[in-house]
């Protein structure tokens, strides 16, 4: 019996092993080593010098578009996570339903988080262009428009654009994730809240979101680290411009890096950006977790 | 319990999705033997990193794009011995190879980039003496030389350079009957009068304030206005009346309406695109264009002209040049034999039975004498080029902090765009890298 018990013990760990040790020794080790530079003095040309304490911190907050570029990620994550979640979960009901061709919008459905976001964000670059844009040529063949229109009039209306097409290739994602946690649920307890009288929003509010509260979760989470750190659909638009203006943070680390050559700084950055998501992760589980216990 | 559950299970994840999100370098400081050549026997392998210039540059070094044969097969036939590990690598990408390699101790033997400057204090690279043969030294061109000093160090060579002009379109001037500009009193007429017979149909003037570009556009005006990076001295003078003035006239003509409409985010090949679609009337670019224009099918009627200046001001074309340089391994068995290696490498790179048809391949203009003649034999039109080039005034890319003030002239001027104070972001520039 026990040579049993101690095996397993043991087993759960022994499968977990290989997967711990690659996290380890490829995840791990590199962001260990980002922290230990993140202290270090880093020259322009990128050679790592001794200790220098927090002063790579220091600076790194100290720089002019800090703030904006701090703020600007805060928006970017709240609307293309709240925003795709909100969609994500429209759609997942709507695909959850039965009805023709259903098996072919999914397979649709999925195009956009399957593609490249660098060809992504190309693609809708060409499509607001002014000049040559295919929503210009579109919209004008309509007749809906008599003249083309500059859809990027402003560095706010730019930065809303990243923002849709980030919205855009995270739908996806949340949708399948809803429409797993959608399909699980027994039909049985549809039926028998319709026989007590139950509307449409008492069911969605007492039934459906309780049972994908879980897939909810992991969607949200991983959405919120995935976006955080979403890089080319910035770059690949804006670049940051006009001045940092539609910067997020991990677009700017690498400008400050690999543009302006201040390294130091652009590693203290990043350390930053990993504290806030674990952070934000932890607590978004946490209050979730606390809610599911007290149910 | 589940709530430490639930820390520990974000932690790993945001560790797993960090790292797949991770821009940022991560490098590891690594033993210096790894740096050393590969020495097989007497074989002496040399690391070289090139720049991707257009898609014909990888066919160049490792396909077939040498009359059949490539760079690095014909190189290594013809010296015995010599191993070159080539790697062709894109722009976007080629200063987070080369500083991932530096921060791991590897740094390769031969680069071709664009700066050096940032190298030098750190003692990563080799005095050009030192390995380049003394008839290949004195073949280049001495003002292009002299852009690469530090004191009085010369510590990269350059490859080849391209010279900024006044383009514009000769049929579309010439029906609104406007006179090409040669002063900025004259460009804003000339755009008024472009701009009032075209309505809209047609951008009188291409502006290009990009992240990749500001700094070429902060050189166009400020050159043309007297003003420039640099002082007589060689100091930094960014926030000059004149160079305020310049950063203010530009803006200006983006308010006027005169140019394309998005000039923080059009690239110089979104306004080469206009232009050879006849959207654009004028622009300022490269030497390349015409090939640029060409190989995107447009059949433009082009003719080229000096960079407009401010009245009473002389202009100045832009020249822009990239380099090849070499950094030290201290750990090499054979210092002598690597140097006599590379040596080799320059000497075949440069041989005009080769360097012409790298040169002409994108359109760009040579840094050696030996491949003048060639060059105008096969395309007369170099030899007006090769003359702005002689005037060009380059950027201060020796300074340690020019990386610092290409990237802030181009936030000066962006923010310029969106109502930002000129004199204020010059003044905090200054402040920055001069002290």
Known sequence: MNSIHVKHKWEPYLWLLPSLLLIAIFVVFPILIVFKLSFSEITPGGVIGGFIGFQNFVEAVHLPPFKTVMLNTFWWVLSVVGLSTLLGFIIAMVMNQKFRGRKIARAILVFPWATSLVIQASIWNYIIKYEYGSLNSVLLNLGVINQAINWRTSYPIEFIWECGVGIFVTVPFVAFCVLSGLQSIDGSLYEAATMDGAGFWSKLWNITLPMVRPSLTVSTVLNIIYVFNSFPIVYTMTKGAPAHKTDTMITYLYMLSFYERKKGPATALSVIGFLILCLCAGIYMVTVMRKEETQ | ?435
């Open chain 2, 1 to 435: 319990m589940k709530k430490l559950l639930a820390f520990l299970l974000a932690l790993v994840m945001i560790f797993a999705l960090a790292a797949c999100g991770q821009t940022e370098e991560k490098p590891a400081e690594a033993p210096a033997e790894e740096n050393a050549p590969e020495a097989a026997g007497d074989e002496i392998v040399l690391d070289v990193i090139i720049c991707q210039y257009g898609p014909n540059t990888n066919e160049w070094f490792l396909g077939s794009g040498m009359n059949g044969t490539n760079f690095v097969a014909k190189f290594e036939a013809e010296n015995p011995g010599i191993k070159l590990n080539l790697e062709v690598v894109s722009w976007n990408d080629v200063h987070q190879v080369v500083d991932t390699r530096i921060a791991n101790n590897n740094p390769p033997d031969i680069l071709n980039i664009d700066t050096f400057s940032e190298f030098v204090p750190d003692g990563l690279l080799m005095p050009v003496k030192d390995y380049c043969p003394e008839d290949l030294y004195n073949d280049f061109f001495p003002a292009f030389i002299a852009e690469s000093v530090i004191d009085d160090t010369v510590w990269a060579v350059p490859d080849l350079a391209s010279a900024r002009a006044l383009f514009y379109n000769v049929d579309l001037l010439k029906e609104a009957g406007v006179e090409v500009p040669t002063t900025w009193a004259e460009l804003e007429d000339a755009c008024q009068a472009l701009l009032d017979y075209y309505g809209g149909e047609v951008y009188p003037w291409g502006i290009d304030m990009t992240t990749d570009e500001g700094q070429a556009c902060f050189a166009y005006y400020a050159w043309g206005n007297g003003g420039g990076f640099v002082d007589a001295g060689g100091n930094w003078a960014l926030n000059t009346p004149e160079n305020i003035e310049a950063v203010e006239f530009a803006v200006g003509l983006v308010q006027k309406g005169y140019t394309n409409p998005n000039p923080a985010t059009e690239t110089r090949y979104d306004l080469q695109d206009m232009f050879a679609a006849g959207k654009l009337a004028m622009l300022l670019t490269t030497n390349q264009l015409p090939t640029y224009v060409a190989d995107k099918g447009g059949n433009i009627n082009m003719a080229t002209a000096a960079i407009p200046a401010n009245e009473g001001k002389t202009g100045s074309s832009v020249g822009v040049m990239d380099r090849i340089m070499v950094f030290k391994d201290d750990a090499a068995p054979d210092q002598a034999k690597r140097n006599e290696a590379i040596g080799k490498f320059l000497k075949f790179f440069y041989d005009p039975e080769n360097y012409v048809g790298w040169v002409s391949m994108e359109g760009f203009l040579p840094a050696v004498n030996s491949a003048v003649e060639a060059l105008v034999a096969s395309d007369p039109s170099f030899g007006a080029w090769l003359d702005v080039l002689g005037s060009c005034q380059f950027y201060p890319a020796a300074k340690a902090e020019w990386a610092t003030v290409r990237q802030g002239v181009t936030t000066v001027e962006q923010n310029a765009l969106i109502g930002g104070d000129v004199k204020e972001g010059l003044d905090a520039l200054q402040a920055e890298v001069a002290g």
